[in-house]
Structure formats: C-alpha cells, structure tokens
T-cell receptor, first 111, second 115 residues
C-alpha cells in the first residue's frame, strides 16, 4: 500500500534562516506531488505541484521554492524565512487521478 | 476558473443531531468533487468522492453527499453526529483537465459537536 511521509513534524526557525521540508511517497511510481500551506484559520493554498522529476510548477509567487530530485521525493525550501511563512505545510500525491492523499504535515513557526 | 464555496466557517450541532455541511461549486464542465476531513494537527483524509457515477455518494464514518447539478451543490450530511466527528471539513473540486490533476479547495467548515 502507499504511504507518504513528511519531516520534520514540527519546526521552529528564526526569521532569515533557511528551510528544508521533505516529503517522500512509498508504494507508487511517478506520482503527481503537491505542496500546500495552511495558515492559521485559513484554507489550503496550493504552493507547488510536480508531474515528474524536475517538472515543478509554482502557483503563487513567494519566498519558497520546490525541487523533486527523485521520483518520489519532493522538497520545499527557502533561503531566508519570513514571519509570514509560518503555517502548516502539507504534501500530497496522486496518480492519474484527482484523488489526492495527504501526508501528516509539518508545523512551521517562524520567530 | 473553477471555484468552491463552503457556507459557514463554523457549524455547531448536538450529539445525535443531523450534520449538514454545505458546498457549492462553479464549473463549466461536470466536475469531480471531494470531501476531506482534517483532525487537529493532522493531514487531510478523504471522506468521499463524486466522479460522475451515482449522484448519492457514501463515504467513511457514516457520511454521505449528494451531487445536485441543477443547484451546483455537493452538501455533506450525516444523520447522527458523534463527538468524534468534531473536525474541519473541506470540499474540493477538480480543476479543469490537464495532467496536473489539481484540486481547488474551499475555505473549510469547522464542525463542533456539543454533548
């Protein structure tokens, strides 16, 4: 069966520090991968999606970037965090379908 | 562009009462529709989906939803609320067809269940 992992689960980082969040999927090949952010009391904002290795699309201009170095690995990065980057970051996958499956999320607090 | 509206950011019901969470979509072509549930500090879990088969869709945990094309709605219901149903619920609609398979999410409805 398929599983999706995210780490770390929680992270507290100072303003201006770098960021790297990792998402990996097991049990499937060539998935579509997605990064969402959920700010406090708000819905889900799609940040990036990827339909294949090195095929990354950005939905919203921002302080973040994404990479997909391997088929089932999706990384969210920043060179310098802003206070507004705080939130709950969710990774999701799908295979030839709109049905998306979500990871457990990473709670990021920028101080 | 596709969009989805969830009426009511918070809904409060008594334990044992009917749960009704509203979702309306705009789409120029028949969409795929989903309901997800999120418990505190967790990811989203798929409750049910509509993919142009039966208009009444049954999901997990006793939830169901009915696709009504004439009303562009996909409301989520459960006959009798349990305390464990307290969570945030998101309606989502498929974005128009390319290989990205993107979803557009509503802003969410937090369900509170009173004892």
């Amino acid at each position: 069966s398929q599983t999706i992992h995210q780490w770390p689960a929680t992270l507290v980082q100072p303003v201006g520090s770098p960021l790297s969040l990792e998402c990996t999927v097991e049990g499937t090949s060539n998935p579509n991968l997605y990064w969402y952010r959920q700010a406090a009391g708000r819905g889900l904002q799609l940040l990036f999606y990827s339909i294949g290795i090195d095929q990354i699309s950005s939905e919203v201009p921002q302080n973040l970037s994404a990479s997909r170095p391997q088929d089932r690995q999706f990384i969210l990065s920043s060179k310098k965090l802003l206070l507004s980057d705080s939130g709950f970051y969710l990774c999701a996958w799908s295979v030839h379908s709109y049905e998306q499956y979500f990871g457990p999320g990473t709670r990021l607090t920028v101080t | 562009a596709q969009s989805v509206t969830q009426l009511g950011s918070h809904v409060s019901v008594s334990e044992g009462a009917l749960v009704l969470l509203r979702c309306n979509y705009s789409s120029s072509v028949p969409p795929y529709l989903f309901w997800y549930v999120q418990y505190p500090n967790q990811g989203l879990q798929l409750l049910l989906k509509y993919t142009s088969a039966a208009t009444l869709v049954k999901g997990i945990n006793g939830f169901e939803a009915e696709f009504k094309k004439s009303e562009t709605s996909f409301h989520l219901t459960k006959p009798s609320a349990h305390m464990s149903d307290a969570a945030e619920y998101f309606c989502a609609v498929s974005d128009q067809g390319d290989s990205s398979y993107k979803l557009i999410f509503g802003s969410g409805t937090r369900l509170l269940v009173r004892p």
